[in-house]
């Protein structure tokens, strides 16, 4: 793996190809888990008192269910960001160019964030 800046090698590409795989192996089964966890949460709110002003427990149900819709949406939108790199990883020859300032986006940081459109300077 190469460290060139300014444009992305062969290797580099591969390298990056390879960690986009990774991300979309680990959010697969967390967005699994998460949808698991959210039916649960619909589920038990369901058995419970609907009256949430009077019952300790709803207002806890409710948190957990929306924080873990939350959790859930965010991975779906991680998932469908890589989905994206991938796609402009194959067919764009510019991808590791910043979409802000048109510079290099720096292999170090692709391999720590693959799907970035953004260069380090862009993204703070």
């Known amino acids: 793996m190469g460290t060139d800046t300014t444009a992305l090698g062969r290797t580099d590409r591969a390298t990056i190809a390879t960690r986009l795989d990774e991300e979309e192996s680990v959010l697969g089964p967390r967005i699994a888990a998460l949808e698991r966890t959210v039916a649960e949460l619909i589920e038990s709110g369901l058995e419970t008192n609907v009256d949430d002003e009077h019952d300790p427990d ?3 149900i409710g948190f957990e269910r929306s924080q873990a819709q939350s959790l859930l949406d965010r991975a779906r939108h991680d998932l469908d960001t890589v989905a994206e790199a991938k796609q402009r990883l194959a067919d764009d020859p510019t991808f590791g160019t910043c979409e802000t300032c048109g510079g290099p ?10 799907a970035t459109t953004t260069c380090v300077n862009c993204a703070a």
């Open 105 to 114: 986006i720096g292999v170090e940081r692709l391999l720590a964030r693959p």
């Open 58 to 60: 709803g207002a806890t």
